[in-house]
């Protein structure tokens, strides 16, 4: 099929380190990305990981992509309760533009 | 430099009516795609435009159809509202589109009735 899996609800408490997981089906995917959306809001490109790299690290984000298994991670460190936010893990299949999106993982961060 | 930007940001409209959705992109870039994303649910592909041209198609009906202005700008429309087109729709915008991240507008929030 088509689907892009995500655990759906994570808590962590602020100043944890959180890790979103999410798992792909395409084994030519190219790109992944990681999206955040806020309430009421459009989706934000946090970062992105070409398919040949296995980690890509950017200030508090890092991405893990283990491509054997089809798992990518988002891990955000010193987790602040503005990170509270639906976290998106998208492929990218060289299909016209389309982007793949999983249903979302919502991260709750609790002073 | 401004963001990929959407009009309207709410619109309510009845069954069966028509809508018609606009979205600028970012300065530079020459390629639109539109999602749909329904509560509760990951955005959903529904077209991707580069130069003009329809360079990909989601699984929506014909109901559902677009177009790019040659100042790269784009409309979505859709024809024969059903309550289910209910949803939040997203422009994203990229320099060709292939391969390319995508950068998303706020949305438009359609309510049909």
């Known amino acids: 099929g088509e689907d892009v899996e995500q655990s759906l609800f994570l808590s962590v408490r602020e100043g944890d380190s959180s890790v979103i997981n999410c798992t792909y089906t395409?084994?030519?995917?190219?790109?992944l990305y990681w999206y955040k959306q806020e309430p009421g809001a459009g989706l934000q490109l946090l970062t992105y990981?070409?398919?040949?790299?296995d980690m890509k690290q950017d200030q508090r984000l890092t991405v893990l992509l283990n491509k054997k298994d089809k798992h990518l991670s988002l891990r955000i460190a010193d987790t602040q309760t503005g990170d509270s936010a639906i976290y998106f893990c998208a492929e990218s299949r060289n299909q016209g533009g389309k982007l793949i999106f999983g249903q979302g993982t919502e991260l709750s961060v609790k002073p | 430099d401004a963001g990929v930007t959407q009009s309207p940001t709410h619109l309510i409209k009845t069954r069966g009516q028509h809508v018609t959705l606009r979205c600028s992109p970012i300065s530079g870039h020459k390629s639109v795609s539109w999602y749909q994303q329904v509560l509760g649910q990951g955005p959903q592909f529904i077209f991707q435009?580069?130069?003009?041209?329809?360079?990909g198609r989601g699984n929506f009906p014909d109901r559902f159809s677009a177009r790019q202005f040659p100042n790269y700008s784009s409309e979505l429309n859709v024809n024969a509202l059903l309550l289910g087109d209910s949803a939040l729709y997203l422009c994203?915008?990229?320099?060709?589109?292939?391969?390319?991240?995508?950068?998303f507008g706020d949305g438009t929030r359609l309510s049909i009735l």
């Open positions: 994203a915008s990229s320099f060709t589109g292939e391969e390319q991240p995508q950068h």
């Open positions: 990981i070409f398919s040949n790299m």
């Open positions: 395409d084994s030519s995917s190219t790109y």
């Open positions: 435009y580069y130069e003009k041209e329809e360079r």
